[in-house]
């Protein structure tokens, strides 16, 4: 089943502007991880926040992750028309104090940069 | 981290056929991840398969339908089975990155279609 939910489903935006799309989930997680998917191919790596830490940053993408409300966000700041795609959370499960080792993915946003 | 090959990248497929897929890893790796992504929907997975066992099956998922071979450590295939229209989807392998500093690898994805 799925774990997380992700806000919005779709967001449409202008070039230049910022784009924040959050994920919840249910579960304690050892990490959260953050994919993009370009027009239904492979999936790319974009960041990984652990449960101990609440922010991160790699170039234009800040995560914050709130484990007390089971709730993560990724900002993608002055955005660009390449950054059209489908952004997943996915999360990395702890199970009787082990890591499952696998992940589980929220629903997705669509995000539709206009140039 | 890890370099996937997946072939083929996409087919049509009559119902009733099978169709296997591969993947091939440039490193060795314990466990590999098999995952299913219907139209515009999420990711599932579908199994875990790790070297020299068998591999372990979400639930909804059963080995009949979905056969999975692990040869060695570089090297996995999924079987589709019997297939109908219902299998259409895109069906994904992954990887873990070594020390999960960079999340999972996956491959690029194959696109089945069932008619």
């Known amino acids: 089943s799925q774990q997380g939910e992700e806000d919005p489903q779709a967001l449409s935006i202008q070039e230049g502007e910022n784009a924040t799309m959050n994920c919840s989930y249910k579960?304690?997680?050892?990490?959260l991880q953050w994919y993009r998917q370009n027009s239904g191919r492979g999936l790319v790596h974009l960041i990984l926040i652990r449960s101990n830490e609440r922010e991160k940053h790699s170039g234009r993408l800040r995560v914050t992750l709130d484990t007390s409300k089971k709730s993560s966000s990724l900002l993608i700041t002055a955005s660009r028309a390449a950054d059209t795609a489908s952004y997943f959370c996915?999360?990395?499960?702890?199970?009787?104090?082990?890591?499952?080792?696998?992940?589980?993915f929220g629903q997705g946003t669509i995000l539709t940069v206009h140039p | 981290s890890a370099v996937i090959s997946q072939k083929p990248s996409r087919d049509i497929c009559q119902r009733g056929t099978s169709l296997t897929i591969q993947c091939q890893v440039d490193?060795?790796?314990?466990?590999m991840f098999w995952y299913r992504q219907q139209p515009g929907q999420s990711l599932t997975l579908i199994a875990t398969?790790?070297?020299?066992?068998?591999?372990?099956?979400e639930s909804g998922f059963v080995i009949d339908k979905f056969p999975i071979s692990r040869p060695n450590l570089t090297f996995s295939t999924l079987t589709v089975s019997n297939m109908s229209p219902e299998d259409s989807s895109i069906y994904l392998c992954?990887?873990?990155?070594?020390?999960?500093?960079?999340?999972?690898?996956f491959g690029s994805g194959t696109r089945l279609t069932v008619v």
């Open positions: 992954s990887v873990e990155d070594y020390d999960r500093v960079y999340g999972y690898t």
């Open positions: 996915a999360t990395d499960a702890i199970a009787g104090g082990t890591s499952y080792g696998k992940l589980t």
């Open positions: 579960t304690s997680i050892n990490n």
């Open positions: 398969a790790n070297q020299g066992s068998e591999a372990t099956y």
């Open positions: 490193s060795q790796v314990t466990m």
